[in-house]
Nanobody
Framework: QVALVESGGGLVQAGGSLRLSCTASGGTFSRYTIGWFRQTPGKDREFVAGLWRGGINTYYADFVEGRFTISRDSAKSTVYLQMNSLKDEDTAVYYC???????????????????WGPGTQVTVSS
């Protein structure tokens, strides 16, 4: 069982940056694929970025367009999402998730992840 907690959300102007953190406890963090997702009211939760199977391979949603970077600090059991050049449409609740046994075809699907944090709000104002 892994417990996840996000932090670092807040209000930022368009064009600005935020760094979200996802800290894990209660499990072997490095075993899991870690994903960042986001959700706005009335819409499905969508994939943002992932760190594949405890390693260093990263993958991103197309809309990220090089603006976001996912990284890991294993010593702190923390995964970060550095978000630059933020846009109004990036406003959402951001969630981190951990999944074991994901395969390539499912690694962007929320349903493939086993554990979720409560989320952190990111609001981008223009």
């Amino acid at each position: 069982q892994v417990a996840l907690v996000e932090s670092g959300g807040g209000l930022v102007q368009a064009g600005g940056s935020l760094r979200l953190s996802c800290t894990a406890s209660g499990g072997t963090f490095s075993r899991y694929t870690i994903g960042w997702f986001r959700q706005t009211p009335g819409k499905d939760r969508e994939f943002v970025a992932g760190l594949w199977r405890g390693g260093i391979n990263t993958y991103y949603a197309d809309f990220v367009e090089g603006r976001f970077t996912i990284s890991r600090d294993s010593a702190k059991s923390t995964v970060y999402l550095q978000m630059n050049s933020l846009k109004d449409e990036d406003t959402a609740v951001y969630y981190c998730a951990a999944g074991a046994g994901l395969i390539m075809s499912t690694r962007r699907r929320p349903s493939a992840f086993d554990y979720w944090g409560p989320g952190t709000q990111v609001t981008v104002s223009s």
